[in-house]
């Protein structure tokens, strides 16, 4: 049974483009979550995605959005990138949001 | 609003020590859960624990154990016996039910178990 898996697993921007990270969720679960993790901090959540809506959203600015699909992967997309916007960008998933939730290995996101 | 700490930063053990693993929640919510996980160098945050507010029994999983006391809003993690693949990042954190159970996590721990 797969888990979370993320992609891609590293990843260099310039400073002011645009980028697009992906997760697949693990098998029968509904719900995708995001989290940025800035080096040495805690995972900060961004949102959360159930049925292909938002559910919830935590302190970041539009720039950040997603998507999620029929089959229940999802897409993060930043905008307009910051050198601060730097960061493990971890995806996790759950079934229905108050179950444990499983955690991909990340996408380290380096803006230069 | 609800917060998480977890006071030391860093612990170095050598192998086969006990070390124990602080966390202190703040929440007003009455109904609520906490966790634990732990991040290796890969980077993917492993589950180990999920314990809600209503169940303040201890649990013990093989060489791990914790100790969940809300008259002291804290719910510790003990490695017993301690290996070098311990070696991790440990992240308590907490949900409440009127925060639509997003988690919040501490700063984590970092746990370094020399040979």
């Known amino acids: 049974d797969a888990g979370v898996t993320q992609s891609p697993t590293h990843l260099i921007k310039t400073r002011g483009q645009q980028v697009t990270l992906r997760c697949s969720p693990k098998?029968?679960?509904?719900?995708v979550s995001w989290y940025q993790q800035a080096l040495g901090q805690g995972p900060q959540f961004i949102f959360q995605?159930?049925?292909?809506?938002?559910?919830q959203r935590g302190n970041f600015p539009d720039r950040f959005s997603g998507h999620q699909f029929p089959n229940y992967s999802s897409e993060l997309n930043v905008n307009a990138l910051l050198l601060g916007d730097s960061a493990l960008y971890l995806c996790?998933?759950?079934?229905?949001?108050?179950?444990?939730?499983?955690f991909g290995q990340g996408t380290r996101l380096t803006v230069v | 609003a609800q917060k998480v700490t977890q006071a030391q930063t860093e612990i170095s053990v050598v192998e086969k020590e006990d070390v124990t693993l602080d966390c202190v929640y703040e929440t007003r919510d009455t109904t609520y859960y906490l966790f634990w996980y732990k991040q290796p160098p890969s980077g993917e945050l492993v589950f180990l624990i999920r314990?809600?507010?209503?169940?303040?029994q201890n649990e013990i999983s093989g060489r791990y154990s914790w100790n969940f006391q809300k008259s002291t809003s804290s719910f510790n993690f003990t490695i017993t016996a301690s290996q070098v693949v311990d070696s991790a990042v440990y992240f308590c954190?907490?949900?409440?039910?009127?925060?639509?159970?997003?988690?919040?996590f501490g700063r984590g721990t970092s746990l370094i178990v020399h040979p």
């Open positions: 996790a998933s759950s079934y229905n949001r108050n179950t444990e939730a499983f």
């Open positions: 314990r809600n507010s209503f169940d303040e």
């Open positions: 954190a907490l949900s409440e039910v009127r925060g639509s159970y997003i988690p919040t």
């Open positions: 098998s029968g679960h509904d719900t």
């Open positions: 995605y159930y049925e292909e809506e938002e559910r």
